[in-house]
């Protein structure tokens, strides 16, 4: 995937094919410890002690439409490659926490991406799950919470193309405030 906010998309499709009602996405840049964070929590079925184990192998799938996974280890690759690290905890019936760590300077870290469109299509296309999206950039970052927003909202769903904007605008602009125009 020649961006991060790709594998972002992929590893929280697992979530909600997993059943998760509540997936907490954070994504932090810290240029004091050179690294970019990205961690993925859920709330869904989570996976076996095994099924852990294998998640990085390549011929290891829980889909029965293919053969192949390959989102986890290249994921996995392009975090280590950087000399950062990937793990993942996850309990039956608990949830699934994916974490990647990136070298935030290092030459073969992929782009971040556009990880507004990303969030954006999440948030509107599973109406069924709960979002919360914390974006931080060292000590500047904004949260949007789509269990606040469906208060607000009174029903309106988030695909209404009013909303949906809105949702989007929010994501793009509270990005810039926060990260001040640095392409991650």
């Not at 009602?21 to 932090?28: F, G, H, P």
């Not at 556009?114 to 948030?123: A, E, F, G, K």
């Not at 799950?129 to 009174?154: A, N």
């Amino acid at each position: 995937m020649p961006e991060l906010s790709l594998n972002v998309l992929d590893v929280t499709e697992n979530s909600t094919r997993a059943g998760a009602k509540l997936v907490s996405i954070r994504v932090t840049a810290d240029h004091g410890s050179d690294t970019l964070t990205i961690q993925i929590e859920d709330d869904g079925c989570g996976m076996t002690k095994e099924q852990v184990e294998q998640v990085t192998d390549p011929f290891f799938t829980t889909r029965t439409t293919r053969k192949v996974g390959l989102g986890i280890p290249f994921y996995k690759y392009a975090a280590e490659s950087t000399g950062g690290s990937f793990s993942i905890v996850s309990e039956v019936g608990k949830g699934t926490t994916v974490m990647a760590v990136f070298g935030l300077s290092h030459i073969d870290r992929m782009p971040l991406g556009d990880i507004s469109s990303t969030i954006h299509t999440l948030v509107v296309y599973h109406p069924e799950t709960d979002f919360v999206y914390t974006y931080q950039v060292d000590d500047r970052e904004f949260t949007l919470d789509t269990r606040e927003l469906r208060e607000i909202l009174e029903g309106v769903p988030f695909s209404e193309p009013e909303v949906s904007q809105y949702i989007m605008e929010f994501l793009t602009e509270n990005k810039s405030e926060v990260d001040q125009g640095v392409v991650l």
